[in-house]
């Protein structure tokens, strides 16, 4: 049973693979499930089983690419300077991978046209905002309690904001490290 259960959830990680394939050729609207099928080498029937509907398969896809392009946010006691480097790094880093950035915004767009992209996206941002401002209480110096919640939305509107224009510009190595740095060092001492 266990080996079925496994084999089913690795069919399953195959056709969101390949609906993201499909996202990044043609947009949300090349999500099809025949599309999907062919991608993967499976059948229409099978993409069905797994997602349902269409709208399940855009729901699948934009969660699998929210969860593997999440920033990763040091949630331990760290020192501010030490906390603003990994943050900048981070983003630095996902600026330099163009095609990952360019599907984390097909995924913002979707969010704008289907109702099932637009809840995982705010889930998504939900929870990123929440890791944020669970990292920003454990700074040294801490943020102020009554500052967190607001803080930490800025900084991933912040975050989404300059990764979208790095993308479109094409940033050199390290500017967006910088540019991060430099914003965050200024929230932060505002705090």
Do not use: K, N
């Not at 079925?4 to 996202?23: D, I, K, M, N, T």
């Not at 593997?68 to 630095?92: F, G, K, N, Y």
């Amino acid at each position: 049973m266990a080996e079925a259960s496994a084999r089913g959830r690795e069919r399953r990680e195959q056709l969101v693979a390949a609906g993201v394939a499909c996202v990044i050729a043609d947009g949300w609207a090349g999500i099809t499930h025949r599309r999907v099928a062919a991608g993967a080498h499976a059948t229409t029937g099978l993409v069905r089983y797994h997602f349902g509907d269409v709208a399940g398969l855009r729901a699948a896809i934009a969660s699998a690419v929210c969860e593997s392009l999440a920033l990763p946010v040091p949630p331990r006691t760290i020192d501010r300077d030490s906390w603003v480097h990994e943050i900048a790094r981070a983003a630095d880093d996902l600026s330099s991978r163009r095609d990952d950035a360019a599907l984390l915004v097909h995924v913002m767009v979707g969010a704008l046209a289907y109702p099932e992209v637009s809840a995982v996206v705010r889930e998504a941002l939900a929870h990123v905002r929440s890791d944020m401002a669970l990292a920003l209480s454990l700074v040294e110096p801490p943020v102020p309690a009554e500052r967190v919640d607001d803080l930490a939305a800025t900084i991933v509107g912040l975050l989404d904001g300059l990764l979208l224009g790095e993308l479109v510009v094409g940033a050199p190595p390290g500017a967006t490290a910088r540019r991060v740095a430099t914003a965050l060092d200024s929230l932060l001492a505002s705090s």
